[in-house]
């Protein structure tokens, strides 16, 4: 049973404007989320992250919406370009600072010049 | 070194027979993570690591997988008897606490045939 979700497999922008990724998760005990990137052959690096006592976290381009009453959370990316093509993980963890780090199947994203 | 360290990148083996992997965390991590990632799909959680100890193992698979990290840094994954369906890419990471993200290895092409 997926944890965490990500309903789109694939996404195509337009360089320059705005990606939009989402993410649907399940446990109400989760209390921390996190965004990571992956380029092919490389392991995925962490992007941006939100407590569950936000709403929003912004770092320059890459801003994390959270709304803990439906369960979901989005990041957004704007302006969009080529470089910010990759596979993007949602993922999620629990109370503590070590707790293991729950992640969905992921988003692979394609920025078109 | 600057980073996480995974030996080797790429090992193909026989079915049957015995496999380890190699993590090299970043120094000073005394949190380290096993995950792997099956094609298609997000990492997934195997075990944690707090010093010397699995603080959580719940993610290993069955009896045929076990990891080690007796000095408190080094950690090697132990595969034993090894199956087809143990192909994918096992990735590793570290980190001084979850709140800014793991810092994940480039990750070890397992296949077996």
């Known amino acids: 049973d997926q944890q965490v979700k990500q309903n789109s497999p694939s996404l195509s922008v337009q360089e320059g404007r705005i990606s939009i990724l989402n993410c649907d998760y399940t446990n109400s005990m989760f209390d921390y989320f996190l965004w990571y990137k992956k380029y092919p052959a490389e392991g995925p690096t962490f992007l941006i992250s939100?407590?569950?006592?936000?709403d929003k976290n912004e770092d320059g381009r890459f801003t994390v919406f959270l709304n803990k009453s439906a369960k979901h959370l989005s990041l957004h990316i704007v302006p969009s370009q080529p470089g910010d093509s990759a596979v993007y993980f949602c993922a999620a963890s629990g109370e503590t600072s070590y707790d293991k780090v729950i992640f969905g199947p992921g988003t692979s994203l394609s920025v078109i010049p | 070194g600057a980073g996480v360290s995974q030996t080797p990148s790429n090992k193909v083996t026989e079915k049957g027979k015995y496999v380890e992997l190699r993590c090299d965390p970043i120094s000073g991590h005394t949190a380290l993570y096993w995950y792997r990632q099956s094609l298609g799909q997000g990492p997934e959680f195997l075990i944690y690591f707090q010093g010397t100890g699995a603080a959580d193992d719940s993610g290993l698979p069955n009896d045929r997988f076990f990891a080690v990290r007796p000095e408190g840094s080094v950690s090697t994954l132990k595969i034993q008897r090894t199956e087809r369906g143990d192909s994918a890419v096992y990735l590793c990471?570290?980190?001084?606490?979850?709140?800014?993200?793991?810092?994940f290895g480039s990750g070890t092409r397992l296949t077996v045939v």
């Open positions: 939100i407590s569950s006592i936000k």
């Open positions: 990471a570290s980190s001084r606490s979850s709140a800014g993200g793991y810092t």
